[in-house]
């Protein structure tokens, strides 16, 4: 048995609990299948085990709460904090680059690693307090990024109750492929900067 079937079968037994506490540690930075729990989570409403609001409610704060922990984190760690985060992103230099890249995307660069590139989501908690983001604003874009991800996957496992492990998969995989178009967009870019560069004669 697998960790997401394991994490299913236990969401059977403890519901909302367990929904809460894996959700905030995996807004934390642990690599646990929040998605395929959601959409779990809609089955178990549709055949009236849980409740869709309730659902929606609880997940969406724990993934507030486990993002503000990190962002809190980035801002009150301290320098000591900084030097060990840079040395895992390659160095110091790379570090402020990710922090000034932080304030130049903003709130919108919030919102998208909420429900749409979920694995930079702990770093970008890190970064933003590292980048001194204003807490409210952090706090506002969090929000509606989180709680359009709990209700999109919330909603197909509600709708499609009858696949749920199928779609654990395929979220899974929609995101990952998400990350390489954008990881490919970022790398197309710079190689046409570098060509609209003028060669030094």
């Known amino acids: 048995m697998n960790l997401g079937e394991q994490l299913l079968a236990a969401l059977v037994m403890y519901g909302l ?4 506490g894996a959700t905030l540690v995996a807004s934390v930075g ?35 709460a486990g993002d503000n922990f990190g962002f809190a984190i980035g801002r009150w ?43 930079l989501g702990p770093f970008v908690n890190l970064v933003s307090g590292f980048a001194g983001y204003p807490w409210w604003r952090f706090l506002l874009w969090d929000f509606l990024g989180e709680l359009l991800w709990v209700v999109m996957y919330v909603m197909v496992g509600n709708v499609f109750s009858h696949q ?32 609209r560069r003028p060669r030094l004669a």
């Not at 790379?94 to 932080?102: C, N, P, Q, V, Y």
């Not at 995989?173 to 710079?190: P, Q």
Request: aromatic share 8%; proline share 5%; net charge positive.
């Open 30 to 64: 642990a690599p646990l299948p929040i998605s395929l729990l959601l959409i779990a989570a809609g089955s178990f409403a549709d055949h009236g085990e849980m409740n869709v609001p309730a659902v929606i409610a609880v997940a969406t704060l724990s993934a507030v």
């Open 17 to 20: 609990p367990l929904l809460c």
């Open 164 to 195: 749920v492990e199928a779609l654990g998969s395929i979220s899974s995989n929609a995101t990952w492929a998400a990350v390489a178009l954008l990881v490919s967009c970022f790398i197309a870019w710079k190689l046409y900067q570098s060509k």
């Open 77 to 119: 760690g301290g320098r000591r904090l900084a030097a060990r985060v840079s040395r895992w992103v390659g160095g110091e230099e790379k570090l402020e680059s990710a922090e000034a890249r932080a304030r130049q995307w903003g709130g919108p660069g919030i919102f998208l690693t909420r429900w749409l590139i979920t694995p």
